[in-house]
């Protein structure tokens, strides 16, 4: 099984790691609004803004992202400190649409 880490390619400049970085922004920003597309259908969904905030969920998306990044060759605190923060700033962007959704006039 290949890691993700064994697909670092070694770099000899800066300008290798910002072309590489680069190109991997490209696949995730992508994705990242994909994601957030689905914090619009769980706002949707969801009865009560105090689901918004699910804190099991949150703990159990940073145990499934940190093993993972052990699987991949990553750094586990590293991950969850990334996950943390996009999660924080999806449950402050749920909340927002949560809002708007069931503001007066709003037929989304």
């Not at 880490?5 to 790691?17: G, L, N």
């Not at 990553?74 to 999806?90: F, L, T």
């Amino acid at each position: 099984m290949t890691r993700a880490i064994d697909h670092v390619q070694h770099c000899t400049t800066m300008e290798d790691v910002r072309r590489f970085i680069d190109a991997l922004d490209d696949v995730l920003v992508p994705l990242l609004v994909t994601r957030g597309g689905y914090m619009t259908q769980a706002a949707r969904i969801k009865q009560c803004n105090t689901q918004v905030r699910d804190e099991d969920r949150i703990e159990a998306i940073v145990a499934r992202v940190r093993a993972r990044a052990a699987t991949e060759g990553g750094q586990p605190e590293v991950m969850e400190a990334i996950y943390r923060s996009m999660m924080e700033a999806y449950i402050a962007y749920e909340h927002r649409e949560f809002a708007r959704m069931r503001a007066p006039g709003d037929e989304s």
